[in-house]
């Protein structure tokens, strides 16, 4: 076929998807229940229920249960979860068991280290708490609460690899329809030692304060099939990427091209990658746009 702008044939295909078909698996995907999990079996107030009574709308969704919080059968029964609380009052007066809900991602006392395989049985509980007690904002305090809430529609790195990768953001969640404002673990904060983290402690109070900010603001829900046009056709696309590059020599706007590093030599993966880098349309200082070209097949 020739080259189609800077296009060739090779790439075209890629395009087209004629490079070959990728196998598609007939494995189901797992339900997950309380016995892939299993931490049911060895703590004493096995899956946790809701406390609070959410006089403010507000749902905060902490990581797992300590050992005292499950002797206790509540959160905030250690030392860390009660310096927690007097912040909050102190600071902000939000009292957490008046104003708020609390729920955990793993619902029942993982004495270790949190695996996926503990958090994905129990975000069912939180679909249905959510569903329930029909909060304005869910606050998920850490990286865990936050891989519990969203976590089965955020894959790998966009998971993040740690609370800070989300801490601060508000986020108009399209699937559960409120904002969703991530924090800071607490146990970074080591409020309960001699040397607490000041920085974290006050980053944690302004993220606080932006997310009852939000309370009763309407998220707005994106109709993506009105908003994202896509374009098909070798002709259509080649003349998409020629007049963006046509826009990028206005001197108000520049176009950087992204190339991604690439995996090993010659595969099908490679090829995509090449071809379509991220293109980051710079406008105004105010903002920037991120567009992503992708392909399926």
């Not at 998807?17 to 004493?44: F, H």
């Not at 801490?167 to 699937?175: C, K, L």
């Not at 070798?234 to 007049?243: H, M, P, Q, S």
């Amino acid at each position: 076929m020739g080259k189609i702008g800077f296009l060739d044939e090779i790439d075209m295909a890629v395009i087209r998807g004629d490079e070959g078909k990728r196998k598609k698996s007939s494995r189901p995907s797992k339900v997950w229940i309380c016995a892939d999990c299993r931490l049911d079996q060895s703590c004493q107030t096995p899956k946790m229920p809701v406390y609070g009574n959410g006089k403010k709308k507000v749902l905060i969704v902490l990581d797992t249960p300590s050992q005292n919080e499950d002797e206790r059968g509540e959160p905030y029964a250690g030392p860390r979860g009660l310096l927690f609380k007097e912040l909050l009052e102190d600071r902000l007066g939000i009292k957490v068991k008046r104003d708020c809900w609390t729920i955990f991602a793993v619902r029942c006392c993982a004495k270790k280290t949190i695996k996926p395989y503990n958090s994905e049985p129990c975000r069912r509980y939180i679909h249905s708490d959510i569903e329930e007690l029909n909060p304005s904002v869910i606050i998920p305090v850490g990286y865990w609460a936050f891989v519990g809430l969203v976590g089965d529609r955020l894959l790998g790195r966009h998971r993040g690899s740690g609370s800070g990768d989300w801490a601060g953001h508000v986020i108009p969640d399209q699937f559960y329809g409120r904002w969703v404002c991530p924090t800071w673990d607490l146990f970074l904060l080591n409020m309960e030692t001699n040397r607490p983290d000041a920085v974290r402690i006050e980053q944690l109070i302004q993220h606080f304060d932006k997310a009852i900010s939000m309370i009763d603001k309407p998220v707005e829900i994106v109709d993506y099939n009105a908003a994202v046009k896509l374009i098909k056709g070798d002709v259509a696309i080649t003349r998409f990427l020629n007049d963006l590059q046509d826009r990028a020599k206005a001197p108000q706007m520049g176009l950087y091209w992204h190339w991604i590093m690439k995996p090993r030599a010659g595969s099908r993966i490679e090829r995509a990658i090449r071809l379509f880098p991220y293109l980051y349309l710079m406008g105004k200082r105010h903002g920037l746009l991120i567009m992503t070209i992708t392909m399926l097949w």
